[in-house]
């Protein structure tokens, strides 16, 4: 999995070695990234843990609220890592024959999707034989977000995110 994860981190590296140097219309797709990078993590890392769990109804109930909380801001963040992705674009005739910023973006978050959804499938399955787990896809869910959140922030040096 460790291996699995630096591969994708690394493809987001790359497709965001270009955004460090901003064009100045990024402003506003940075405090939206800020706005919602601060909304995700204002929520803990395990949200539905004690009295919130206390069976699995419960705690399905509650992962199921903490994920509908979660949704939205991820796709704003995705949105404004988007915007900053097409600030930074070269134009072709600079890039040569690599692919635009944008292209990488899109082909990396279309990938990472596939990637948690089949995961946290994987996840879910492992300790059950065949049976699946609502509840362990659903906390694999929340975690993988938030460390997509975080891994795009970081590859992407938005290290004001940090304050």
């Not at 291996?3 to 493809?11: E, S, W, Y």
Request: charged residues 25%; hydrophobic residues 40%.
């Amino acid at each position: 999995m460790k291996r699995l994860r630096i591969l994708g981190i690394c493809g987001v590296f790359v497709m965001f070695g270009t955004v460090a140097a901003q064009a100045p219309g990024t402003h506003s797709n940075i405090a939206d990234a800020k706005r919602e990078y601060a909304a995700v993590f204002s929520h803990p890392d395990k949200p539905c843990s004690g009295k919130d769990a206390d069976s699995t109804f419960d705690f399905e109930s509650c992962m199921d609220k903490e994920l509908d909380f979660l949704a939205p801001h991820l796709e704003a963040f995705v949105k404004a890592m988007r915007g900053m992705a097409t600030d930074s674009e070269e134009p072709p005739e600079a890039r040569g024959s690599y692919p635009s910023v944008l292209d990488s973006f899109n082909k990396t978050d279309a990938s990472w999707r596939s990637y948690r959804d089949n995961f946290c499938r994987l996840a879910s399955s492992w300790d059950n034989g065949s049976e699946l787990s609502a509840a362990d896809s659903m906390q694999c869910a929340y975690e993988m977000d938030r460390a997509y959140v975080k891994d795009l922030a970081h590859w992407a040096d938005l290290s004001i995110l940090a304050d």
